[in-house]
């Protein structure tokens, strides 16, 4: 980064002086030759910092393969939650809250947990039940305040 702070300084620096030898420069056929010479002197400007570039400045420290072994989890995440809490719906607990954690190895994503909440008109253990008959899921299942 401080490679192109570097950079931008000095091309303003070199515009700045440019600017001022223009207007100072004669005008005919030597002004025309002032011109050239700070045309020229614009353009190495451009150049010189090159001569310093180190490819290694704009190294990424970005890691494709975790980043995107989160993303698959946090999808994973909401498919889970969304599919417990469609499965919840359906089987008319209302108004519950539902957290999933994943793990993934490889191509591989286990369920690590599920918990859901549920308000005081349900049986946690009725819950349980049912989320593990129709999913196959063991969640733990707590009234909503314990």
Do not use: H
């Not at 190895?105 to 593990?132: A, C, R």
């Amino acid at each position: 980064m401080d490679y192109i702070k570097s950079w931008t300084f000095c091309i303003c620096i070199t515009l700045v002086l440019s600017v001022i030898f223009s207007v100072l420069s004669p005008k005919g056929s030597m002004g025309r030759f002032y011109k050239v010479i700070i045309s020229v002197f614009i353009f190495i400007s451009f150049l010189y910092p090159l001569g310093d570039f180190d490819a290694s400045d704009f190294r990424l420290d970005f890691d494709f393969e975790s980043e995107y072994e989160n993303v698959v989890e946090k999808a994973a995440e909401t498919e889970v939650e969304n599919a417990v809490l469609k499965m919840l719906m359906e089987n008319g607990i209302y108004n519950s809250s539902v957290t999933a954690k994943v793990s993934q190895q490889g191509e591989e994503i286990s369920v690590d947990s599920v918990n859901i909440s549920v308000t005081d008109d349900y049986s946690p253990k009725e819950v349980k039940n049912t989320v593990f008959e129709k999913l196959g899921i063991v969640a733990d299942v707590k009234n909503i305040g314990e």
